[in-house]
């Protein structure tokens, strides 16, 4: 069974960074597009960034392009989040996400089957 488990949330001030880590396991395929997604108090969940195979396939929310850059280490079936120049707006439970079909398609569709269970971000002015 996948699991994914996020870590590395936690309260900075504004400007700040932050580096979250999904580690996947459950014999998840290499191939899984894998992604982060947030949502903050009162709003629904927002796509953030996704990841192909390869760390050069990426595709980021518009508001967070220029300082947010996700990878990913196959070897370890872990993807990161590195957040700079955080802001307040950013303040979120960030979600990892999986799914087995490929980059090109749930780039276009934003459709995850797998979910780990959340990690705070909170971003003081």
């Known amino acids: 069974q996948v699991r994914l488990v996020e870590s590395g949330g936690g309260l900075v001030q504004a400007g700040g960074s932050l580096r979250l880590s999904c580690a996947a396991s459950?014999?998840?395929?290499?191939?899984?597009?894998m992604g982060w997604f947030r949502q903050a108090p009162g709003k629904e969940r927002e796509f953030v960034a996704d990841?192909?195979?390869?760390?050069?396939?990426?595709d980021y929310l518009d508001s967070v392009k220029g300082r947010f850059t996700i990878s990913r280490d196959n070897d370890e079936n872990t993807i990161y989040l590195q957040m700079n120049n955080l802001k307040p707006e950013d303040t979120a439970v960030y979600y990892c996400?999986?799914?087995?079909?490929?980059?090109?398609?749930?780039?276009?569709?934003?459709?995850?089957?797998?979910w780990g269970q959340g990690t705070q971000v909170s971003v003081s002015s």
């Open positions: 459950g014999g998840i395929p290499s191939t899984t597009t």
């Open positions: 996400a999986a799914d087995p079909a490929p980059f090109m398609v749930v780039m276009d569709t934003r459709k995850f089957r797998y």
């Open positions: 990841v192909g195979i390869s760390s050069l396939n990426a």
